[in-house]
Nanobody, 120 residues
Framework: VHLAESGGGLVQPGGSLRLSCTLS????????MGWYRQAPGKQREFVAA???????NYADSVKGRFTIFRDNAKKTAHLQMNSLKPEDTAVYYC???????????????WGQGTQVTVSS
């Protein structure tokens, strides 16, 4: 399984970005998809995940601001990020797990990461 991320960049506080993660090398539907992030000097943390049936799960820090959704036909998961804050600055990583994503886990396949910087 290979994961290709896109959509990172520089945005001002209060702005929006959409991250995308496209899976190749396997069928998509059996995989739960997730996003994690790692800020400089900090441990990687869970951001959001979406199950195979489309049920989302969010970290408390992003609830109400971020939305995760999936397009099975395009084998892609998206993370829509609104009302971005400077503390959202991090490298964001896509994760694909066959079955269920456990937020504290480290399973499945990972993307290479995409930088998100929120700054004025």
């Amino acid at each position: 399984v290979h994961l290709a991320e896109s959509g990172g960049g520089l945005v001002q506080p209060g702005g929006s970005l959409r991250l995308s993660c496209t899976l190749s090398g396997s069928i998509f539907s059996p995989y739960a998809m997730g996003w994690y992030r790692q800020a400089p000097g900090k441990q990687r943390e869970f951001v959001a995940a979406i199950s195979t049936d489309g049920s989302p799960n969010y970290a408390d820090s992003v609830k109400g601001r971020f939305t995760i959704f999936r397009d099975n036909a395009k084998k892609t998961a998206h993370l829509q990020m609104n009302s971005l804050k400077p503390e959202d600055t991090a490298v964001y990583y896509c994760n694909a797990v066959r079955g269920v994503i456990i937020p504290s886990g480290d399973f499945g396949s990972w993307g290479q990461g995409t930088q998100v910087t929120v700054s004025s």
